[in-house]
């Protein structure tokens, strides 16, 4: 309402703030204040209500960043909103947000097409109606692994674990899985959390936090309880109980012990029965310590521990496979289905990397909805390291480029690109 040029700077305040708190994923408000200010004629308040009216417009056309939904209070506001600051001249009508409050998708022609777009009338809903679509639309918490993996049974799929050890690593997979529209689990192993501690984690939950898809972050190889306890509390969404390399008995308290605490928080457990041979981040176990699940103790272990997900061990090692190739066991997995089936227990394979497709895709046939992914994401990391290149910053970017085209092939492999 001042000059030209302090309403130009309020106009750009108003749009760069908006624009930054859309880019880092936030539900963003853009609000007239709540004075109500009138000229001393009809004339004069219709002026103020257009130069008002037309502010907010302008702001609205100048952000560029596409929002994930966009409500619109008033019936006016609404039109000018949608035609004048998106170009919208179509949408399709969906539904209703609440009675009276429709919900639109843009049109093809507008800024942000097919974005929802809910239109509220000035005069619909009590006082909280506003506040109520608004919630509802608002930004919800990160999904939870065991629903991540109740959807890949339920679709026929299998999700990616990837490992990961610095920030390249986290973004190769968030934005693989964005690329690909698939879900995906950020997975921390103890030898990576010893080296980037604390700060990877807050990497891999705010990523997940701010993610397109559903994404979240799993504690990998727990053999040590004080880990366990320490992931528990670090904001996990999952993790894993590892006493494989107790004897049967042990391994139930031990796996025991943590689901009860897990279990508290809503954090999902998954459990080894049988023992992987093999090296994963400079821990080695020895073909001779390796054991097949038995499914006989796989019944019992899953009634007395009530894990949610089950590593099994069916010819499956860590790291690279012996030069004759794996040897599955598939009888074995179908056995294991079985039984993991009637317990609502999602099945989960180690050692994906170096299995054929059609290995693979037979897993998924046979149950599998959790493949660990590690052995070749780091691979194509550390081959890309062998290329000159001239900044630190360009050694990052060819990082995450490489392993992101490994975990974009997986996602195909395993199903789940198009499913989030």
Same mark, same amino acid.
């Given at each position: 309402?001042?000059?030209?040029?302090?309403?130009?700077?309020?106009?750009?305040?108003?749009?760069?703030?908006?624009?930054?708190?859309?880019?880092?994923?936030?539900? =963003?408000?853009?609000?007239?204040?709540?004075? /109500?200010?009138?000229?001393?004629?009809?004339?004069?308040?219709?002026?103020?209500?257009?130069?008002?009216?037309?502010?907010?417009?302008?702001?609205?056309?100048?952000?560029?960043?596409?929002?994930?939904?966009?409500?619109?209070?008033?019936?006016?506001?609404?039109?000018?909103?949608?035609?004048?600051?998106?170009?919208?001249?179509?949408?399709?009508?969906?539904?209703?947000?609440?009675?009276?409050?429709?919900?639109?998708?843009?049109?093809?022609?507008?800024?942000?097409?097919?974005?929802?777009?809910?239109?509220?009338?000035?005069?619909?809903?009590?006082?909280?109606?506003?506040?109520?679509?608004?919630?509802?639309?608002?930004?919800?918490?990160?999904?939870?692994?065991?629903?991540?993996?109740?959807?890949?049974?339920?679709?026929?799929?299998?999700?990616?674990?990837?490992?990961?050890?610095?920030?390249?690593?986290?973004?190769?997979?968030?934005?693989?899985?964005?690329?690909?529209?698939?879900?995906?689990?950020?997975?921390?192993?103890?030898?990576?959390?010893?080296?980037?501690?604390?700060?990877?984690?807050?990497?891999?939950?705010?990523?997940?936090?701010?993610?397109?898809?559903?994404? =979240?972050?799993?504690?990998?190889?727990?053999?040590?309880?004080?880990?366990?306890?320490?992931?528990?509390?670090?904001?996990?969404?999952?993790?894993?109980?590892?006493?494989?390399?107790?004897?049967?008995?042990?391994?139930?308290?031990?796996?025991?012990?943590?689901?009860?605490?897990?279990?508290?928080?809503?954090?999902?457990?998954?459990?080894?029965?049988?023992?992987?041979?093999?090296?994963?981040?400079?821990?080695?176990?020895?073909?001779?310590?390796?054991?097949?699940?038995?499914?006989?103790?796989?019944?019992?272990?899953?009634?007395?521990?009530?894990?949610?997900?089950?590593?099994?061990?069916?010819?499956?090692?860590?790291?690279?496979?012996?030069?004759?190739?794996?040897?599955?066991?598939?009888?074995?997995?179908?056995?294991?289905?079985?039984?993991?089936?009637?317990?609502?227990?999602?099945?989960?394979?180690?050692?994906?990397?170096?299995?054929?497709?059609?290995?693979?895709?037979?897993?998924?046939?046979?149950?599998?909805?959790?493949?660990?992914?590690?052995?070749?994401?780091?691979?194509?990391?550390?081959?890309?390291?062998?290329?000159?290149?001239?900044? /630190?910053?360009?050694?990052?970017?060819?990082?995450?480029?490489?392993?992101?085209?490994?975990?974009?092939?997986?996602?195909?492999?395993?199903?789940?690109?198009?499913?989030?």
């Amino acid at each position: 309402m001042k000059s030209l040029e302090e309403r130009e700077a309020e106009i750009c305040r108003a749009f760069e703030t908006a624009n930054a708190s859309i880019r880092a994923f936030k539900d =963003t408000l853009i609000i007239t204040s709540r004075k /109500l200010i009138t000229g001393k004629t009809p004339e004069e308040s219709l002026d103020i209500n257009y130069k008002v009216s037309s502010a907010l417009v302008d702001i609205i056309r100048r952000i560029d960043i596409r929002p994930r939904y966009i409500i619109a209070k008033g019936g006016i506001t609404s039109s000018d909103v949608a035609t004048k600051a998106l170009k919208a001249k179509s949408a399709t009508v969906i539904g209703q947000a609440l009675p009276g409050v429709p919900l639109w998708q843009l049109g093809p022609e507008s800024k942000h097409p097919s974005v929802p777009y809910i239109v509220f009338p000035g005069n619909v809903g009590n006082n909280e109606a506003l506040a109520k679509v608004a919630k509802t639309w608002a930004r919800p918490p990160r999904c939870p692994t065991k629903q991540l993996l109740d959807d890949a049974e339920k679709g026929g799929y299998a999700i990616g674990a990837f490992n990961v050890y610095n920030m390249e690593g986290v973004e190769a997979v968030i934005s693989a899985a964005e690329a690909e529209s698939s879900p995906a689990i950020l997975q921390i192993h103890p030898g990576s959390l010893k080296e980037g501690g604390l700060p990877l984690v807050s990497c891999c939950l705010s990523a997940a936090d701010r993610a397109q898809v559903p994404i =979240t972050v799993h504690f990998d190889h727990g053999s040590s309880k004080s880990d366990l306890l320490d992931a528990l509390e670090m904001g996990f969404d999952s993790v894993m109980a590892d006493g494989s390399h107790l004897p049967f008995d042990e391994n139930i308290m031990y796996t025991k012990f943590i689901s009860s605490l897990a279990c508290e928080k809503g954090i999902l457990v998954e459990a080894e029965l049988g023992r992987l041979s093999g090296t994963e981040d400079g821990l080695t176990v020895e073909e001779y310590e390796s054991k097949l699940t038995d499914v006989a103790q796989a019944e019992k272990f899953m009634d007395e521990t009530k894990v949610e997900a089950l590593a099994v061990c069916i010819g499956n090692v860590h790291g690279k496979y012996p030069p004759g190739g794996p040897n599955l066991k598939l009888d074995l997995l179908k056995e294991l289905r079985e039984l993991t089936m009637k317990r609502g227990v999602s099945l989960v394979l180690h050692g994906a990397s170096g299995l054929s497709q059609d290995l693979v895709k037979e897993c998924i046939n046979l149950g599998v909805r959790k493949f660990n992914v590690n052995t070749e994401v780091r691979s194509a990391y550390l081959e890309s390291l062998k290329k000159p290149q001239k900044d /630190l910053v360009q050694v990052m970017a060819s990082a995450k480029e490489a392993m992101e085209v490994v975990i974009s092939e997986k996602m195909h492999l395993f199903g789940s690109a198009g499913k989030a």
